[in-house]
Nanobody
Framework: QVQLVESGGGLVQPGGSLTLSCTVSEGIFNIYVMGWYRQAPGKQRELVASIKTGGFSNRGETKYGGDVKGRFTISSDKFNNKLYLQMDSLKPEGTGVYYC???????????????WGQGTQVTVSA
């Protein structure tokens, strides 16, 4: 099994920046699709950003939610088993718990369970 640990959350003013990190317990060279999700209290988790890479490469196709496009950047460092989310121009509606994710369907098949970290809190407030 794969374990994910997020870090880097905190309190930031609107317009500020934060960098979130996700550390994976095992090598991720065979993991092609990873992402970041955000969840507010009482709401479902929503996709913030995802990246699809070609195995050994850190480069690949990226996708972003409509509310973060142009402000957030997702990237991977497979040598160090890391996934990052650079967040700029943060807005109050960006507040929530951010989770690192490995999508089972995209990486293997629907019989596998998704892998999630425990999350890191991001609060955007003046």
């Amino acid at each position: 099994q794969v374990q994910l640990v997020e870090s880097g959350g905190g309190l930031v003013q609107p317009g500020g920046s934060l960098t979130l990190s996700c550390t994976v317990s095992e090598g991720i060279f065979n993991i092609y699709v990873m992402g970041w999700y955000r969840q507010a209290p009482g709401k479902q988790r929503e996709l913030v950003a995802s990246i699809k890479t070609g195995g050994f490469s850190n480069r690949g196709e990226t996708k972003y939610g409509g509310d973060v496009k142009g402000r957030f950047t997702i990237s991977s460092d497979k040598f160090n088993n890391k996934l990052y989310l650079q967040m700029d121009s943060l807005k109050p509606e960006g507040t929530g718990v951010y989770y690192c994710n490995i999508d089972a369907k995209m990486n293997w098949d629907s019989s596998r369970e998704d892998y999630w970290g425990q999350g890191t809190q991001v609060t955007v407030s003046a």
